[in-house]
């Protein structure tokens, strides 16, 4: 049997297709059905010329086929207000789901932080955060692994043509999801999320600031030294993520500045910020497939 | 020019746009007695919040005095005729922080985004036309679009449910031409219904020139401080386009002496440094810079020991918008190291 995990990806758009030519290469995730609503659609167009099976049926039309094709992990890249629904359905067969929506259901994951931990665990349901919360969360939990974080805040800058009608339509929502998450996953007391849109041409990568206000003088070498480490921690997985100044220190406040650069599969490398989502979204179910493998979790029972 | 009998409306910006020039630290008692005082000038609209808006609150932008929840509740009460508006600018605050305002009694909202993302504002235009608030899109950096595109920008918000549109001139960089072309295809293009505004700064000293154009093109609110308290080198003065106003006799309802007295006797002595149009607050006019940069850069001077004029200019270059002062101290500290100064 192939240590592989089969999966599908439901939603053909940008990040499905990313995503896509990213799973092409894994040693762990092999991508077998591609779920859209649209038969004439691109991105089911694009799916089935990269030998994907597809169907325009929803996630009801792959219904039918998952056990007989063994799909273990589903990415939804659809939207919020109907990722419950393809969840529920998907969990009921033994699949995983792999929440690349704002819908948060499921816990957080931010890989480096706290993905063996919910690997281990067996969580069914885990959602990606926000591109703003993966590209930040890391450096926040950096600090506060060092010592106590009062407050964390995230400026996260994305080119104009990057951000999608679903980011722009409900950008409330990726503020509170991030601000949540740098308190529940990057452990600072108390969270808050900015995002700028910027439509620069051509596009400016994808950059964020990460400031963390500790508890007490910050241990400036021991958190520099933190930072670094957790900069490689992400860079397995997103290589153009980079530390480009800091950690400076200025009292109790931490800043750190990052850049995204994407991979440029399907994405232009500016949009780190689409880039990010989708290579944690795919990290995360390697993990699962590790794990699996190495036989300290095991999956579902099929007949 | 003739303005005669033209109505326009007068829309204070120095408790908000002038929390920028302040650090965002105006006292309870000062906001009361600038608004106080205003509103017996016979100032119709005063805004009140953090200088970044709603939520501004932050590291990025600066910690204030107090809260907006606080500055709303202490100013509100007081006023007998002016109504109190809040800014609001999406990725920063939420229709949260819309909501609270509301309930504090502000009548009048202002969704602010830049000039070419209108549509991250529909959530909450939309929540506060329902909410059958004054509902108000105001689009930044205007300077850094064509007529057309604000134009067509413009027309997602009234969608939404704006029934006033701003042109603003956050760099200060616009001449008067440019108002007028941009006010004037406004007016041509937009709802009859739908009012017109235009927001300036005094970066190019010509704040004033600008809000008389915009009228001349359309324009009915036009934004300006008392005293010129603002980002950069300022709003545009309010007791100083009173005047122009007085004399071309334009349909305004202030009090131009009270006005005078309120910049004069209050606001001045509030300055932490003079309001003027000094090599970096030209800059920013110049470069076409979002003008709250100003301390920033300023600051990062002091800091890393690259001048602000330099900083700002390559801001502009690099075409940043509102909103994103993380840039600066990452700027300066790229430079410092490529200068073998850290």
Redesign the interface.
């Known amino acids: 049997m192939s240590k592989k995990l089969k999966a599908v990806i439901i939603g053909p758009g940008n990040i499905g297709t990313d995503l896509l030519m990213k799973m092409k290469r894994s040693e762990w995730i092999e991508p077998v059905w591609m779920v859209g609503i649209d038969p004439e659609s691109d991105g089911l167009t694009r799916a089935r010329e990269m030998g994907i099976k597809t169907t325009a049926d929803g996630v009801d039309g792959l219904l039918p086929h998952v056990l007989e094709d063994d799909i273990r992990v589903a990415f939804d890249a659809t939207s919020a207000y109907v990722h419950a629904e393809n969840s529920r359905k998907l969990n009921e067969l033994g699949v995983i789901m792999i929440d690349l929506t704002p819908a948060a259901i499921g816990p957080f994951c931010v890989p480096p932080v706290n993905l063996v931990q919910h690997a281990k665990e067996l969580e069914m349901n885990v959602n990606m955060v926000t591109c703003g919360g993966q590209a930040t969360i890391p450096m926040v939990a950096a600090v506060s692994q060092v010592q106590p974080v009062e407050?964390g805040?995230i400026?996260a800058?994305v080119s104009?043509k990057s951000a999608g009608?679903g980011t722009?339509?409900?950008?409330?929502e990726?503020?509170?999801t991030t601000a949540s998450a740098v308190e529940k996953v990057g452990g600072a007391k108390k969270g808050?999320a900015?995002?700028?849109?910027?439509?620069?041409?051509p596009p400016?990568l994808m950059?964020d600031?990460v400031?963390c206000?500790t508890e007490g003088e910050p241990d400036q070498a021991a958190i520099t030294e933190s930072v670094h480490a957790m900069v490689k921690e992400v860079q397995k997985y997103v290589p153009g993520y980079r530390l480009?100044?800091?950690p400076?220190f200025d009292g109790n406040?931490v800043?750190m500045?990052m850049e995204v650069e994407g991979l440029g599969d399907y994405l232009p490398k500016y949009s780190g910020n689409l880039d990010i989502m989708t290579a944690a979204g795919l990290r995360t179910a390697e993990m699962f497939a590790e794990e699996t493998n190495s036989g300290n979790i095991t999956l579902p029972a099929r007949g | 020019m003739n303005l005669k009998d033209k109505k326009v409306i007068l829309h204070d910006m120095s408790l908000r746009d002038g929390m920028h020039a302040k650090r965002h630290q105006i006292s309870l008692d000062q906001m009361v007695a600038v608004a106080t005082g205003l509103d017996e000038a016979g100032m119709p609209l005063i805004e009140v919040t953090h200088g970044d808006g709603l939520g501004g609150t932050s590291v990025n932008y600066g910690f204030p005095a107090h809260s907006d929840e606080e500055y709303l509740s202490a100013v509100i009460p007081k006023m007998k005729n002016a109504k109190v508006s809040a800014l609001l600018l999406p990725g920063i605050g939420t229709v949260d922080h819309l909501r609270m305002a509301k309930d504090l009694g502000v009548s009048t909202i202002r969704v602010a985004a830049h000039c070419t993302e209108a549509d991250v504002t529909e959530q909450h235009i939309g929540l506060a036309a329902k909410l059958e608030l004054d509902t108000v899109g105001f689009l930044m950096m205007a300077h850094m679009a064509s007529p057309e595109k604000i134009v067509e920008q413009a027309r997602l918000m009234e969608s939404y449910g704006a029934n006033c549109i701003y042109c603003t001139d956050s760099a200060g960089y616009m001449l008067p031409d440019e108002v007028t072309e941009k006010i004037g295809l406004l007016r041509a293009e937009l709802n009859p219904n739908t009012e017109i505004g235009f927001h300036g700064h005094h970066n190019m000293g010509m704040a004033v020139a600008n809000s008389l154009a915009a009228i001349d093109a359309g324009a009915i609110r036009i934004d300006g401080s008392v005293a010129g308290l603002g980002a950069g080198a300022g709003n545009t003065p309010l007791e100083v386009l009173v005047a122009t106003l007085v004399r071309l006799e334009a349909d305004h309802g202030i009090d131009l002496y009270k006005i005078m007295d309120v910049a004069e006797d209050l606001v001045v002595p509030m300055m932490d440094q003079p309001i003027r149009v000094d090599r970096d607050a030209l800059t920013l006019g110049y470069a076409g810079v979002y003008s709250s940069f100003l301390l920033f850069a300023k600051r990062a001077e002091a800091k890393y020991g690259i001048q602000a004029r330099d900083l700002l200019v390559e801001l502009g270059r690099r075409g940043t918008v509102g909103g994103q002062e993380d840039m600066i101290e990452d700027l300066a500290l790229t430079m410092a190291k490529e200068k073998g100064l850290i």
């Open positions: 407050y805040e400026i800058t104009s009608p722009r339509k409900n950008i409330d990726f503020t509170r808050k900015i995002i700028i849109i910027n439509p620069a041409e400016l950059r600031t400031h206000l480009v100044n800091g400076v406040r800043s500045f």
